[in-house]
């Protein structure tokens, strides 16, 4: 981490703090597990973890700046408060990077931790005001995978929705098996 990382994450509000030691401890737990496997299959892993990565990257090109999503920061349909990022980015980060979404980030470089968080909490970590603050490759598959409908209808205006969905279900599938390699569970 940057120095530079490093003075924002000890500038920043108590619950962000907080909330950022809970995902460093989740990523250092999945690292432990990972050293006591044996070498060959540290190395299947990790190989498994970064033919992810463009997975991940191809799923964002498919979807990048989706004009639904700017208008999603207005109120919420239950009289809430407007928070820019949009209402798929209000989940905790606990749920949102559990252990086994965590895993093969960890594995193939790609933690979390080692990127910028929002200056406020409002609902994940990496939620700015314009959107998702990690890198492609960084981001957890719940979040690449998610459609709601608005954005269903634009990407399917796209014609982009059975490659989609098809990316989404291999990116799921080949981070459980990581999973469950290493005896996680979400």
């Given amino acids: 981490m940057s120095w530079l990382r490093a003075l924002r994450s000890l500038t920043a509000p108590r619950a962000v703090r907080a909330e950022l030691r809970?995902?460093?401890?989740?990523?250092?737990?999945?690292?432990?597990?990972?050293?006591?496997?044996?070498?060959?299959?540290?190395?299947?892993?990790?190989?498994?973890?970064?033919?992810?990565?463009?997975?991940?990257?191809?799923?964002?090109?498919?979807?990048?700046?989706?004009?639904?999503?700017?208008?999603?920061?207005?109120?919420t349909p239950w009289g809430g408060e407007a928070l820019p990022g949009g209402l798929c980015c209000s989940g905790t980060s606990?749920?949102?990077?559990?252990?086994?979404?965590?895993?093969p980030l960890v594995l193939a470089g790609r933690a979390p931790s080692d990127h910028a968080v929002a200056p406020s909490r409002a609902g994940c970590l990496f939620r700015g005001a314009?959107?998702?603050?990690?890198p492609a490759g960084s981001r957890p598959s719940l979040c690449l995978g998610h459609l709601c409908r608005e954005l269903?209808?634009?990407?399917?205006?796209?014609?982009?929705?059975p490659?989609?969905?098809e990316l989404a279900e291999e990116l799921a599938a080949r981070g459980r098996a990581i999973g469950e390699a290493l005896g996680l569970e979400p």
């Fill in 130 to 134: 314009a959107g998702c603050l990690l």
């Fill in 163 to 165: 490659e989609l969905l």
């Fill in 94 to 103: 606990e749920a949102i990077f559990n252990p086994v979404e965590l895993a």
């Fill in 22 to 75: 809970r995902l460093r401890g989740e990523e250092r737990a999945v690292r432990l597990r990972l050293g006591a496997l044996a070498r060959a299959e540290r190395l299947r892993l990790r190989g498994l973890a970064a033919e992810l990565v463009p997975l991940r990257e191809r799923i964002l090109a498919l979807t990048a700046r989706p004009r639904c999503c700017t208008r999603c920061a207005a109120p």
């Fill in 152 to 161: 269903a209808a634009e990407l399917h205006g796209r014609g982009v929705i």
